[in-house]
């Protein structure tokens, strides 16, 4: 099974801050790698996809980058509704895994 | 407009079964494989089980594997996920997902709002 470790676990930022979510692999996943947002009470909302396509309705500011174990979303200037948590998920291997998430948060 | 609407989640006891069920809406059901999600309390989300356009292919997290089952009608628009032998660990809010397939592999680009499943005695 494929590990997806992602990092900080919180970032505390304020609006308009440039905010860089990490996720690492534990073995080569291509750029078999989404990036998912789950808002309180939201169901998860697909962003990236491949590594660094955006998924249709994916505002600009929100950018992937990577390939093979290293992985980078980047939000480039927060606005209020972009304060939620993060998912990053393989698509290599079965089984599909998560990362355990990155909680974006209100500094 | 796609829509996902799960249903069948409630209070169980360890050991029982809940048969979820997924009305799809909004697409066409048999081109896309379907999947679900679940996320534990307090936890992150962790993929369940996927099944092909067809139904002829399925896949099982090792968490849930040889106790939940997944099938579709396609007919009627619906997915389902059969579960048994049930634990206190899978008290979880169940998501159904709809397949994105690209040329980068499969993700998820709708989800429905879930279906809350808890095991307790």
């Known amino acids: 099974e494929i590990v997806l470790t992602q990092s900080p676990a919180t970032l505390s930022l304020s609006p308009g801050e440039r905010a860089t979510l990490s996720c690492r692999a534990s073995?080569?996943?291509?750029?078999?790698l989404g990036w998912y947002q789950q808002r309180p009470g939201q169901a998860p909302r697909l962003l990236i996809y491949?590594?660094?396509n955006r998924a249709t309705g994916t505002p600009a500011r929100f950018s992937g980058s990577g390939s093979g174990t290293d992985f980078t979303l980047t939000i480039s200037s927060l606005e209020p509704e972009d304060f939620a948590v993060y998912y990053c998920?393989?698509?290599?291997?079965?089984?599909?895994?998560f990362g355990q998430g990155t909680r974006l948060e209100i500094k | 407009e796609v829509q996902l609407l799960e249903s069948g989640g409630g209070l169980v006891q360890p050991g029982g079964s809940l048969r979820l069920s997924c009305a799809a809406s909004?697409?066409?059901?048999?081109?896309?494989?379907m999947n679900w999600v679940r996320r534990a309390p307090g936890k992150g989300l962790e993929w369940v089980s996927t099944?092909?356009?067809?139904?002829?292919?399925?896949y099982y997290a090792d968490s849930v594997k040889g106790r939940f089952t997944i099938s579709r009608d396609n007919p009627k628009n619906t997915l389902y996920l059969q579960m048994s032998s049930l634990r206190a660990e899978d008290t979880a809010l169940y998501y159904c997902?709809?397949?994105?397939?690209?040329?980068?592999?499969?993700?998820?680009?709708?989800w429905g709002q879930g279906t809350l499943a808890t095991v307790s005695s």
């Open positions: 998920q393989q698509r290599a291997n079965w089984p599909i895994t």
């Open positions: 073995q080569s996943v291509s750029s078999y």
């Open positions: 491949g590594a660094s």
């Open positions: 909004g697409f066409t059901f048999s081109n896309y494989p």
């Open positions: 099944v092909s356009d067809s139904g002829t292919d399925s």
């Open positions: 997902a709809k397949s994105l397939c690209t040329s980068f592999r499969c993700y998820f680009d709708y």
